[in-house]
Every structure is written in C-alpha cells, then in structure tokens.
C-alpha cells in the first residue's frame, strides 16, 4: 500500500524559508514522478511543482519559479519542497502526490497534507 | 497556461439523482482529462483518468467523457457518500492545470 506522510509545515514570516518533506513507502521510490499540489483555505487545487524519478527533471508553476526546489532522495524514499522568500499567497495545504504510472501527470496517490502558514 | 472552467460551481441534487458536471479546456487536452473527488477536511481522491478510465475501487456509478475541450463527469445515482467536491484537471501539460471545483450538496 502506498503511503505518503508530509511533515515541515508550519507558521513562518513573509520572506521567510521552510523545508517540507514527505516520505514515500510501499513502492519502488525511483520509478515514480512526484509532485506537490497545494490548497489555500477555501479555496482549490494548485499543481505546484513536479520531479522525476531519476530526479534529474523539474518542473514549477511560474508563481513560484526561483523560489520554491523540488528534491528527492533515493536512499531516504523523502520528497522535498524547499520554500524560499516566502509570500502570503503561499499560505496551503501542501499534498505530496504520486504520478499514476510514473510519470502521466495524473495524481493517484496523495498524502495527508502540510499546512504553511505564511503570516506576521 | 490552459485553463480548466467547471460548470455548475455548485449544485444541489438529492440521493438516487442522476448528476452531470461539465468541464471546458481554454484549448485541446485530447483525452488527457482527470476527475477527482474532495470531502471536506479530506484529501483528494482520483477518480476518473484519460477521460473516461474509472480508477481502481472507484464505483461503477461514476463515468467519464468527452475528448479535446469539452468534458463531463456523471453520477448515474447520487449516494450519500458522494457529496463532496469534484475537480477536473488537465494532464496534458505543464503547468497540469485544475477546474476551480463544482461542490455537490444535499437538497
């Protein structure tokens, strides 16, 4: 069974950095496009950022491009998402979720979520 | 940037009602076209893939259509179980893109 656990979130000031992770279990890590999704309060579903299984391809939404670094490591089976110069908007429920397939951009398992508060 | 744009937002339908939500892409997606289901305080759930694919352990009152712009999402007979919010999304490509959410309420 799949199972995905984020951790990391938290209240932080604007401008401010956090790192989240999400460690992966009941399947092979490395074969297995991962993304991050995120929710605002209320609000709906945003695709935030995508990696490969090897690791060695990204993809950001432009809303976060050269703020946020996608990152896994195989030895931990851990996703991260590493959030810099950090804005209210980013305020979310952050989902790590894995890519039906492999690598399909469809996200077929999700895990519980990480809520980032951005705020002074 | 395509932009998903679900119709109804909302609705209300009663248990054992047939309900169709619809789906428009800003441009062609082909059939690269995903369904899930949210419950409040939920994670979201997949439940329709390449337009008209039923996830496994999906049940069979929940189908699928339509191909380039123009999609929808069907529950043959409302169950209780099925109010929640539902979201189409676009696997096309980068950025992969969501409907803004049509939320399924009791009558």
């Known amino acids: 069974e799949v199972q995905l656990l984020e951790s990391g979130g938290g209240l932080v000031q604007p401008g401010g950095s956090l790192r989240l992770s999400c460690a992966a279990s009941?399947?092979?890590?490395?074969?297995?496009?991962m993304s991050w999704v995120r929710q605002a309060p209320g609000k709906g579903l945003e695709w935030v950022s995508a990696?490969?299984?090897?690791?060695?391809?990204?993809y950001y939404v432009d809303s976060v491009k050269g703020r946020f670094t996608i990152s896994r490591d195989k030895s931990k089976n851990t996703l991260y998402l590493q959030m810099n110069s950090l804005r209210a908007e980013d305020t979310a429920v952050y989902y790590c979720?894995?890519?039906?397939?492999?690598?399909?951009?469809?996200?077929?398992?999700w895990g519980q979520g990480t809520l980032v508060t951005v705020s002074s | 940037d395509i932009q998903m744009t679900q119709s109804p937002s909302s609705l209300s339908a009663s248990v054992g009602d047939r309900v169709t939500i619809t789906c428009r892409a800003s441009?062609?997606?082909?059939?690269?076209l995903n369904w899930y289901q949210q419950k409040p305080g939920k994670v979201p759930k997949l439940l329709i893939y390449?337009?008209?694919s039923l996830q496994s352990g999906v049940p069979s009152r929940f189908s699928g259509s339509g191909s380039g712009t123009d999609f929808s999402l069907t529950i043959s007979s409302l169950q209780p179980e099925d109010f929640a919010t539902y979201y189409c999304?676009?696997?096309?490509?980068?950025?992969?893109?969501f409907g803004q959410g049509t939320k399924v309420e009791i009558k």
């Open positions: 979720a894995t890519e039906l397939g492999g690598w399909s951009r469809v996200f077929d398992s």
């Open positions: 009941g399947f092979t890590f490395s074969s297995y496009a």
């Open positions: 990696i490969s299984g090897s690791g060695l391809t990204t």
């Open positions: 441009q062609s997606v082909s059939s690269f």
């Open positions: 390449g337009a008209s």
């Open positions: 999304q676009q696997s096309h490509s980068t950025p992969q893109t």
